[in-house]
């Protein structure tokens, strides 16, 4: 069972720079979700999906934009890097009022 | 300002023993609470939720406590084992939507 996948697992890159990070889900499950957690923090939203043609802002949005590709795949873009966006990054899924399942993350270093 | 706070970072228990994770929140609006554990490299595995309706879940070895006068939610575990250690968050969210709000977790070490 792959559950929710997320690719890259690592990745670093130069302050300006773009990258989308991926994510997909077999579970079917309606809504997505991107996460990042930072050191000594719990994890804060960033943006999320409702259902398929929907997206929202979460708690830190700014300096992201996300895509809801299709019903299996919410991917996370990051226009130009900054250093403050090294984070780890999870992406999650799941149905309204039920528990969210995640992926193993990615680790992104902003040099 | 932080709703979800988990003031313990970390907690160490014998193997067998109880082990009690607290986690307090400040809005009222949360209906819907959660436990996820967290190993390293690793995403947050789903342990045991509560609706804001019900005071207490069971699951197993996990027991999930709820007393919404004093916004606080405790996570029980008996008895504790040395795979049991990880870091604990809670989270809760309000409304369909399903937003959830993170502790910053509680790291239990289960010595053997």
């Known amino acids: 069972n792959a559950g929710v996948t997320q690719t890259p697992k690592f990745q670093v890159l130069k302050t300006g720079q773009s990258m989308t990070l991926q994510c997909a889900q077999d579970m079917n499950h309606n809504s997505m979700y991107w996460y990042r957690q930072d050191p000594g923090m719990g994890l804060r939203l960033i943006y999320y999906s409702a259902s398929e043609g929907t997206t929202d802002k979460g708690e830190v949005p700014n300096g992201y934009n996300v895509s809801r590709l299709n019903k299996r795949e919410f991917s996370l873009r990051l226009e130009s890097a900054a250093p403050s966006q090294t984070s780890v990054y999870f992406c999650?899924?799941?149905?309204?009022?039920?528990?969210?399942?995640f992926g193993d993350g990615t680790r992104l270093s902003i040099l | 300002d932080q709703q979800v706070k988990q003031n313990s970072p970390s907690l160490s228990v014998q193997e067998g023993r109880i082990s009690i994770l607290n986690c307090d929140y400040t809005?009222?609006?949360?209906?819907?609470f959660l436990w996820y554990k967290k190993y390293p490299a690793e995403g947050p595995t789903f342990l045991i939720s509560?609706?804001?309706?019900?005071d207490k879940n069971e699951d197993g070895r996990f027991t999930v406590f709820l007393n919404k006068s004093a916004k606080h939610l405790s996570l029980h575990i008996v008895p504790s084992q040395p795979g049991d250690s990880a870091v604990y968050f809670c989270a809760a969210s309000s409304g369909a939507t399903n937003k959830l709000i993170f502790g910053t977790g509680t790291l239990l070490a289960v010595q053997p």
């Open positions: 999650a899924s799941g149905y309204p009022q039920g528990p969210q399942h």
């Open positions: 509560i609706s804001s309706i019900k």
């Open positions: 809005n009222s609006m949360f209906d819907y």
